[in-house]
């Protein structure tokens, strides 16, 4: 059950930061680095810092 809750939440992040509008194209390209390459990290970091950078 617990795995399953981690794949919604991570498809979640992937879907929030590429529907998310940026003022920077490449900001997109850098939050959907991160957050895949880093999958734990990158999703805590886009909901502490990422949501608040986009317009």
Known sequence: MWKFL???IYAY???DVVTS???N???RLIW???VLL???LGTV???V???NKRI
Do not use: E, K, Q, V
């Open 13 to 15: 992040t992937i879907y």
């Open 38 to 40: 880093l999958p734990l």
């Open 32 to 34: 959907i680095l991160i």
């Open 45 to 47: 970091l886009w909901f």
């Open 6 to 8: 981690g794949i919604i």
């Open 25 to 27: 194209p490449n900001d």
């Open 21 to 23: 509008r940026f003022a």
């Open 49 to 51: 810092i990422g949501r």
